[in-house]
Antibody, heavy 121, light 107 residues
Framework: EVQLLESGGGLVQPGGSLRLSCAASGFSFNTYAMSWVRQAPGKGLEWVSVISDNGGSTYYADSVKGRFTISRDNSNNTLYLQMNSLRADDTAVYYC??????????????WGQGTLVTVSS | DIQMTQSPSSLSASVGDRVTITCRASQGISKYLAWYQQNPGKVPKLLIYAASTLQSGVPSRFSGSGSGTDFTLTISSLQPEDVATYYCQKYNSAPFTFGPGTKVDIK
């Protein structure tokens, strides 16, 4: 059974940093692309970033480019999102998500339960 | 960047009704389109990928069609458990934008 368990969310002040982690199990982690998708309270889904199976390709939404960094540790089946220079509009539930294939251009077929990031003073 | 729009933004239908949701891309995306269902308070779930391929385990009352810029998600006979917000997503190239969503409830 595919399991994606996010951690690292919490309350942070504007301008601060957080690192989200996603522990994956139940599938061959190193053969699938992984994504982060966020959802602000009461709002729709917003794609944030994706990383290919071997980490060789990464892509970002314009809203986070230059501030967020996606990475993965295939030896430990873990996905990361380093978030710097956080702003109030980054407040959202952040979902870790598994792609249907190893390339970035793939639909998402599994989602974690999400971790809440709140940016506020 | 390619923009994704959905219509309607919300709809109310009776159990058993046929429901159609439209997703439009501002430029052609071939068939690189997915549909997701998010029930209230739940995590999104993949319904359809490649515009028309039903994800394993998804009821056959859901279907998708289209290519290029215009896509449709159809629920052939609306059930109470289909109350949800439905999102389309393009994945031909980054950014892998979601549509704004269509909220479906029961009349």
């Amino acid at each position: 059974e595919v399991q994606l368990l996010e951690s690292g969310g919490g309350l942070v002040q504007p301008g601060g940093s957080l690192r989200l982690s996603c522990a994956a199990s139940g599938f061959s982690f190193n053969t699938y692309a992984m994504s982060w998708v966020r959802q602000a309270p009461g709002k729709g889904l917003e794609w944030v970033s994706v990383i290919s199976d071997n980490g060789g390709s990464t892509y970002y939404a314009d809203s986070v480019k230059g501030r967020f960094t996606i990475s993965r540790d295939n030896s430990n089946n873990t996905l990361y999102l380093q978030m710097n220079s956080l702003r109030a509009d980054d407040t959202a539930v952040y979902y870790c998500a598994k792609g249907r294939s190893g390339i970035a251009a793939a639909a998402i077929n599994y989602w974690g339960q999400g971790t809440l990031v709140t940016v506020s003073s | 960047d390619i923009q994704m729009t959905q219509s309607p933004s919300s709809l109310s239908a009776s159990v058993g009704d046929r429901v159609t949701i439209t997703c439009r891309a501002s430029q052609g995306i071939s068939k690189y389109l997915a549909w997701y269902q998010q029930n209230p308070g739940k995590v999104p779930k993949l319904l359809i990928y490649a515009a028309s391929t039903l994800q394993s385990g998804v009821p056959s009352r859901f279907s998708g069609s289209g290519s290029g810029t215009d896509f449709t998600l159809t629920i052939s006979s609306l059930q109470p458990e289909d109350v949800a917000t439905y999102y389309c997503q393009k994945y031909n190239s980054a950014p892998f934008t979601f549509g704004p969503g269509t909220k479906v409830d029961i009349k």
